[in-house]
């Protein structure tokens, strides 16, 4: 069996599905943020300020290269989809899913998280223009596209199931 990544927007939900599909599935379950955050030994906002968010790339992708061969759950960060090699890497090993929300909910999770780099230097419309830029990414990224909008937490993991 292949893995199941999970992308999308920041707040989009993708490590609360995650956790409750690997549950739901019986699958291990990997946030690549926290696995990028133990790996370096510094909080994401920590590796945006000392190297910048290029490095952060790279980690990223060094991550989806090299993370080991198994069946499992990932949520990914909400930038992985943007890169070319990440796609591809992430289609070929196992089934990606994009969680579609809508931008008023991510907004109203993600607008107060002191741990994204990227909503701390941001305004609202500015990260309204940035999830409207990403979409595209993500609906290429994903194999299937998963509305999130009015549908519970369960509705979405037993779909995705
Ligand atoms: C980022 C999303 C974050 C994290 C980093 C950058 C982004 O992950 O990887 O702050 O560029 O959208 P979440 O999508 O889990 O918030």
């Known amino acids: 069996m292949r893995k199941i990544y999970l992308v999308g927007f920041m707040g989009s939900g993708k490590s609360v599905i995650g956790r409750r599909l690997s549950f739901f599935l019986k699958l291990p379950y990997y946030d690549m943020d926290r696995e990028i955050v133990k790996q370096q030994g510094m909080s994401i ?11 952060f790339r790279k980690i990223e992708t060094d991550f989806l290269r090299n993370f080991r061969d198994e069946a499992c759950i990932i949520s ?11 796609r591809k890497i992430m289609r070929k090993t196992g089934l990606v899913f994009f ?8 907004y109203l999770r993600i607008k107060n998280d002191k741990n994204r780099p990227i ?8 990260l309204e ?22 549908r519970s937490i369960r509705q979405i993991v037993e779909y995705i199931a």
């Open 76 to 86: 990914t960060g909400g930038g992985v989809a943007l890169n070319e090699e990440n």
């Open 119 to 126: 909503v701390q230097k941001s305004t609202k419309n500015e």
């Open 45 to 55: 906002p920590e590796i945006f300020e000392k190297y910048g968010e290029e490095y």
């Open 99 to 106: 969680l579609d929300a809508i931008f008023d909910d991510i």
């Open 129 to 150: 223009q940035l999830f409207f830029y990403r979409r595209k990414f993500y609906r290429s990224a994903g194999h299937i596209r998963v509305l999130t909008e009015n």
